[in-house]
């Protein structure tokens, strides 16, 4: 399309969730109490995993990260998501866009990384307990650890370095509440048939590889404790790994369905409604699921809380 005689657009404007006022401040209240929520679940999580030395094993370790990578994750889309609720007016800037779109893919291909090394510590965890010393040393651990975080912002890299040449001349609203990229490419006057087949087989590769690799270390799991000869050893040992499988099921489940698929397919409200899965309710999730359902994360709670309160009460008598 020729561009040469057409206002370049500079900014974009979030049509978020439209609705009546009170509607979309019920929305605002619902978004903001499960935001921070899951910023005080996932810090929480990595503050009793520093504090407790029992904690810093590869398993802990890499719940740490995905607490970490969380807190992120959900604020590069959320604080957009809250402001759409209160004004019908919300903008940024096409480089804001740009940068945003590259953060949020960055750290969604971190976690997809990320959640299929956990799967793997658990495989040589029950599978290969005798070996697990030395396959899951901390150097090894640390190398997983870094290895997600490079490959996730690697990833996604290509498609954003296309999506900031690309032309936008209007309209400026994007059907969305954060820069996705189905939205970006609706709004663009360029030819954007590469950047989208790019990014889609990026997103989908990405995306399945990790899937793949989490489901074949959960197969041969399950392999393992069928063979185990007590129903209390099955039992124990499956609820290792229930946190982190239930985590895996309701993450690949909405991500799969939003981002492996033609973009033709694309469906915006859908999209906006399968975005508030994982963009706002996952990262909640997570620490809940960590805390409610692990011995190991409740009893280093009540250790610190209690280490907390001596100290405290130990000051107060000295005052």
């Not at 401040?25 to 029992?54: E, K, P, R």
């Not at 296309?162 to 939205?183: A, E, T």
């Not at 997570?286 to 100290?311: G, I």
């Amino acid at each position: 399309m020729n561009v040469a005689n057409q206002t370049r657009v500079t900014e974009f404007i979030f049509m978020g969730f439209s609705g009546v006022l009170y509607l979309r401040l019920a929305l605002f209240v619902m978004f903001l109490t499960v935001y921070l929520l899951s910023l005080m679940g996932n810090t929480l999580i990595i503050f009793i995993i520093l504090m407790d030395s029992t904690l810093q094993t590869p398993m802990y370790i890499f719940l740490g990260n995905l607490s970490f990578l969380e807190i992120w994750y959900t604020t590069a889309t959320v604080p957009k998501l809250l402001a759409t609720c209160l004004s019908q007016v919300v903008t940024i800037s096409v480089a804001g866009c740009i940068t945003q779109y590259y953060f949020f893919f960055s750290m969604g291909a971190t976690e997809c990384i990320l959640l299929a090394v956990m799967a793997y510590d658990r495989y040589v965890a029950i599978c290969s307990p005798l070996r697990y010393a030395f396959l899951m040393s901390l150097q090894v651990c640390l190398r997983f650890s870094a290895g997600s975080w490079i490959g996730g912002f690697i990833a996604p890299l290509l498609p954003t370095i296309l999506i900031s040449y690309l032309n936008f001349c209007g309209p400026q609203k994007i059907n969305h509440f954060f820069c996705d990229s189905d939205p970006i490419f609706k709004l663009s006057c360029s030819d954007t048939f590469l950047v989208e087949a790019l990014g889609y087989t990026c997103s989908s590769v990405v995306i399945l590889s990790s899937f793949l690799l989490t489901m074949s270390s959960y197969g041969n799991i399950v392999v393992t404790i069928i063979k185990l000869s007590s129903r209390e050893a099955r039992k124990k040992t499956f609820s290792t790994c229930a946190s982190h499988l239930t985590v895996v099921t309701i993450y690949y489940g909405t991500i799969i369905f939003a981002y492996v698929r033609p973009p033709a397919k694309y469906n915006f409200t859908m999209g906006k409604v399968i975005s508030v899965f994982y963009c706002v309710v996952t990262p909640l999730v997570n620490p809940l699921v960590y805390t409610l359902r692990n011995k190991d994360v409740k009893k280093a709670f009540r250790k610190v809380l209690a280490q907390k309160r001596l100290l405290l009460a130990r000051h107060m008598q000295n005052i």
